[in-house]
C-alpha cells in the first residue's frame, strides 16, 4: 500500500537512517547524522479521503510522519502510499465557493499580469474541471486537463465539456497534452504539486509539455503558513511534501526552469503560486524573490515548536468537545474536509462526541468519516437539526459559511472554528 521514502526529494540529501553495518563502523561514533530529521509524528492514521458507505472495503491505514532536510529545509512524508490507491476515484471535488470564485479571479489577474493575453492552457490535475471552464468563461480558449482520477475526468469532460487526459501526469500524457493544444501559453497546477512523488519526472514531463514562451504557475500551501498558522490538519497521506522555497530552487538547480516570480494567496490557509519560467526565456525575473525566499523561516527548530503547538491544539478540541458532549450538548462537524479525518482521528472522535458531519459534496454524503463511524449527511442537516455547536472542519471557508449559516446561527448555533486561531463564534 505505502513504500518508505528517506531521501529529499528536493535536493537527494539523506540515506535510510538505519546504515550497515560496514558503514557504522567506517562512520564511527561522531559521524553526523546522513538522514532526514523526524519532526511531526502522527502515529498510523487512516487515508484522509476514504470516504466509504457502509459494507465498502477500506483502503487501510499508514504512517503519518514527517521527515526534514537540514539541507534544503523541504518536510516531507516517510511514507508514499499508491497514488492509484489515492486517487482513481477521488472524493474531493474543488470548491464551487464563493471563496474559491474570488482565488479563480486573482490567479487569473496574476497570470494575465505576467502573459498579456489569454491563450492555450493545460491544467494538470485539473479535478472536475472548474478552474478550466473559469478560464473558458473569461476568454481562454484551447484548453486540456489531465488528472488521474476516472470520476473527475468523467465530470470534467461529459458535463463542462473540457477536454480531459485521464491520467497521472507524466512524460506521456505531457506530450498527449502537447498534442492538444500545441505549445501551451499557460500551464497550471493548483495544489497537486505536493502531492506527487516523484519530482525528477515531473520536471522532465513539463520538459515535454512546456514551450519557450509557456508561463508556469504552480500554487501550493506554504510550508511557512502551515507552521505559522498551527495548521497541522493539513498533514495527511495525499499531502507528500510541505514545500519551501528553498527547496524549490534546490530542485530547479540544473533544470531547464528557474523560479520567475512568487505571489502569496489566502487560500487554503495560506498558499504560493510559483511562477516559473524555461532558463531561455528572455525577460527578466521578478526582483521580489530572493527577499522572500532570505524572509522564509522554516527550519528543524519551527518544526518542533508546530509539533508542540498542535499537540496542544488536539488536547484542546478534544477536551471541549468532549466536556460539552458530556453535559448533553449536541455537537455536529460542518465540512468532511481532509482536514476533518486529521483532527478526528488525532482526537479519537465517534460517534459519540460528533453526531454528523454535514458536506455539500454529494460524493461524501452518506458515507462515514475515515477511520471512525461519523456519517455525512447534507449539508441543509445544519438547519434541520439546529445542534448546539458545529465544528468548522472547512474553516478556510469560515466567513462564506457563517454567512450562508445564519439562519442556524440565529437559532442558537455556535461554530467552533479549530484553526488558524480557535474560538466560539
Ligand atoms: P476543503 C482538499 O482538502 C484536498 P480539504 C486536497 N488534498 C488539497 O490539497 C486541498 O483541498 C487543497 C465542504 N463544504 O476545500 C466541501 C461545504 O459543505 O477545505 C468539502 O468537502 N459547504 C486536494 O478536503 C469541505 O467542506 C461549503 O459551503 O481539506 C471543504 O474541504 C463549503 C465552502 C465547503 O479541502
Redesign the pocket.
Known sequence: MFLYHKVCRACGFGKPDIPTLKESLAAGPKAASTALIPVFDLGVQPLA?DFCKEGQERSGYAPLKVLFCPKCTLAQLSVVVRPDILYRHYA?IT?K?L?MQHHFQALTDLLLSEQGHVGSVAEIGSNDGLFLKYLRNRGFGNLCGIDPAENLSKIAHDDMQIPTINACFDQSSALMARAGVGEPDFIVAR?VFC?IDDWQGFISALDNLAGKQTLIAIEV?YAADVLSNGEFDTIYH??TSYLSLRAMEALLKNTPFHIHRVSWFQI?GGAIVILLRRNDWNGAANPGTMAMIEKEKVTEDTWLDFGVKAQCEIQNLSDTIRDMAASGKTVIG??????STVWINACKFSRKEIRFI????PA?QYTVTPGTDIPITD?GAITRELPDYAILF?W??KF??LE?EKLARSKGTKFIVPLPKFEIV
Open positions: 479521503n474531493y470548491s465557493s471563496t495544489h502531492h500551501p495525499e499531502h487554503h460542518y465540512g468532511a474536509s481532509a482536514k454535514c458536506d455539500n459534496t461524501k449539508d472547512a478556510n471557508y462564506e459559511i450562508k
